[in-house]
């Protein structure tokens, strides 16, 4: 297994969502659920249009002092959503590998 790749999978309501692996195979972005795999499929997709650009994520701070981000498309919509981070500096090394990963990486189907 090569990385980073997206994995498409299946949830036990049949629907679909994807991860994202780093380089170092970590999960660092999950998207929502979708309701058609062409629907997750288009996800990836925006995921690797908006990754590159700054302005489209949202840093936010758990009510446990616990870090997160948000990456949003250009209609401000969510399209994925981070690990939790022990410390701010993590939550944006994370932005960092989404900003880096997400355009090259391969897209894998486990559902």
């Known amino acids: 297994m090569s990385y980073p790749k997206f994995e498409i999978k299946a949830s036990s309501n049949d629907q679909f969502y994807f991860n994202l692996h ?6 660092i972005l999950t998207s929502e659920m979708y309701t058609t795999k062409q629907n997750c499929k288009k996800g990836i997709a925006s ?3 908006n ?7 949202e840093k936010l701070d758990s009510r446990n ?3 997160y981000f ?3 498309a250009a209609n ?3 399209i994925g ?3 939790i981070y022990t410390t701010a500096a993590n939550r944006d090394n994370g932005i960092k ?8 990486a391969s897209i894998e189907d486990f559902s």
């Open 51 to 57: 990754a590159p650009d700054s302005s489209n994520y």
């Open 65 to 67: 002092e616990k870090f």
């Open 97 to 104: 590998a989404v900003q880096r990963d997400a355009p090259i």
């Open 81 to 83: 959503r981070s690990q």
């Open 70 to 72: 948000n990456l949003k």
């Open 47 to 49: 995921v690797q249009e």
């Open 22 to 27: 780093a380089i170092n195979a970590k999960v």
């Open 76 to 78: 401000h919509q969510i």
